[in-house]
């Protein structure tokens, strides 16, 4: 044990305390996994301009010579979300893993790679398609397309009425997400259509698989988290410990889902630090 423990928070569920008893107890055998926006990263209107919390690296960094492994698991391309994390090349980090785009993409800190798919034909279909879907529902003014590679996404945040953007918006994106074979996501004042099959649960649950895990830790703030937090309750059920984590969600069923949670990334960060204390 570290000889300066910094304490921990004690989950609400007994499902998150066994889920964190467990991860004390082998961390050797854990996977840590963390969503970015949002929880390694603060919300702002601009995506492009989101960045780690300045405590995360380090943080991370401090933890993942003691576990089997950390990953980074988010709706952005891989390459992006490590140059926005500042994941590469990072003492410490050697074996970080960012699954990018719900798991679709790949970027592993051993080759600095990103492994990619061919992109699915409706993600170009539907990018073309969307400045006249705007246009045409009056949304164009303050809503901002984020071209995300093997996705593409509406953001809302920056309209005069986000929420009524927002509203407004999600039935003609489901419209043209259906015609050219994909799904919407909502999230925090954005639609992100994409191909079926993406989600983070399915990333997690085979992640877990390959490491070999015995235990799961997973930190979450949105929608696109949902199926995260499915996966890991899917694990417990199975006899694997684990620990869901809301950071700052204002999404109810995430928060009632969770067993611990934190206000936000510098909370989330904090908590990784003071558990990686535990583990020394």
Do not use: N
């Not at 994106?173 to 004042?189: F, I, N, Q």
């Not at 490491?211 to 830790?217: C, H, K, S, Y």
Request: charged share 20%; aromatic share 4%.
């Amino acid at each position: 044990m570290g000889r300066h423990q910094q304490p921990l928070p004690t989950p609400a569920t007994p499902a998150g305390r066994d889920g964190l008893a467990a991860i004390v107890a082998r961390p050797g055998r854990v996977v840590v996994a963390l969503d970015f926006d949002g929880t390694l990263a603060q919300i702002v209107a601009d995506p492009e301009q989101a960045r780690a919390h300045p405590d995360a690296v380090p943080a991370l960094a401090a933890l993942a010579p003691h576990v089997a492994s950390v990953a980074v698991v988010t709706g952005r391309p891989a390459g992006v979300a490590v140059r926005y994390g500042g994941f590469a090349g990072v003492p410490g980090l050697e074996h970080l893993v960012v699954l990018g785009h719900y798991g679709a993409e790949r970027w592993d800190a051993v080759t600095g790679t990103v492994r990619t798919p061919a992109p699915h034909p409706g993600v170009a279909a539907a990018r073309a398609e969307l400045p006249g879907v705007l246009d045409t529902h009056g949304a164009w003014r303050g809503t901002w397309i984020e071209e995300k590679g093997q996705a593409v996404a509406v953001h809302t945040r920056r309209a005069s009425d986000p929420q009524a953007a927002f509203e407004a918006l999600r039935e003609p994106l489901a419209d043209l997400a259906t015609r050219h074979g994909l799904v919407l996501e909502p999230g925090r004042m954005v639609l992100e259509l994409r191909p079926p099959g993406m989600d983070k649960g399915v990333a997690l649950a085979a992640y877990v698989r390959e490491v070999g895990a015995e235990a799961i830790l997973y930190a979450g703030d949105d929608l696109g988290d949902l199926p995260a937090f499915a996966a890991v309750e899917k694990l417990r059920s199975d006899g694997v410990p684990g620990l869901l984590v809301a950071a700052d969600t204002v999404i109810e069923e995430l928060a009632e889902r969770a067993d611990l949670q934190l206000d936000g990334p510098a909370a989330v960060t904090a908590f990784l630090k003071a558990l990686a204390t535990h583990m020394s």
